[in-house]
């Protein structure tokens, strides 16, 4: 385990369901950080939280809603999601925005 | 255009040989920092070793080394010695500017470890 636990690890959800992704550190970090990593593409960054706060959307669509109730815990509320939704999803956190990123195992999305 | 690329997309090598995956990076800022990352088939990203812009020496942590050459914005990994285990993907990423800055990553490199 790295410090950073996802939930679940696995995922298959319909193009109208709703569900939420979860992560959570315990490693006293003040940044968090979910990425999408689809096949043959970079790591893709969606959102940044520091202390709590969003201080980064890169252009995500509407359809992804983050959550940060406390410095500890991130989510990510999926609706309606396409098809090409489909990746390995990342939390990261890290002491401050720039340090370096301890990642969770991720969840692998599957939409149908 | 690409701040960090990678152009292995795939490595096979044997066992117990060295191995050098390539880093490039683009950056007009001075102050930068530079990462890799290992994710195996589990799908975690572990963190591997990091090099600042302005270290002198080349980063070393065990097996793994980077070699830093500044002027030709070449951060190489290299792994002696590899092992079976260290079959997965590598992920170089960087840093630029001050800390508040969010880190870019290459591509990363698929390696293959033979028996």
């Known amino acids: 385990e790295t410090g950073v636990t996802q939930t679940p690890r696995h995922l298959v959800m319909g193009m109208t369901n709703k569900k939420s992704l979860k992560c959570e550190q315990h490693l006293g970090h003040n940044a968090m950080y979910w990425y999408k990593q689809s096949a043959k593409k970079p790591l893709e960054l969606m959102f940044v939280y520091n202390f709590k706060e969003q201080t980064e959307n890169n252009s995500v669509p509407s359809r992804f809603s983050p959550e940060c109730p406390n410095s500890s815990h991130l989510f990510l509320h999926l609706h309606t999601l396409q098809p090409e939704d489909s990746a390995l999803y990342l939390c990261?956190?890290?002491?401050?925005?720039?340090?370096?990123?301890?990642f969770g195992s991720g969840t692998r999305l599957t939409v149908v | 255009a690409q701040k960090i690329t990678q152009t292995q997309p795939g490595m096979f090598v044997q066992e117990k040989e060295a191995v050098t995956l390539d880093c490039t990076y683009d950056t007009s800022d001075p102050s930068y920092g530079l990462f890799w990352y290992k994710q195996p088939s589990s799908g975690e990203m572990i963190f591997l070793i990091y090099?600042?812009?302005?270290?002198?020496q080349n980063a070393t942590e065990g097996r793994y080394s980077l070699n830093f050459q500044k002027a030709r914005k070449s951060a190489n990994l290299v792994i002696s010695a590899s092992q079976l285990g260290d079959s997965a993907m590598y992920f170089c990423a960087m840093r630029e500017g001050n800390r508040d800055d969010k880190i870019i990553f290459g591509k990363g490199t698929r390696l293959h470890i033979l028996p």
């Open positions: 990261a956190s890290s002491q401050e925005i720039g340090d370096g990123y301890t």
């Open positions: 090099q600042g812009s302005y270290d002198q």
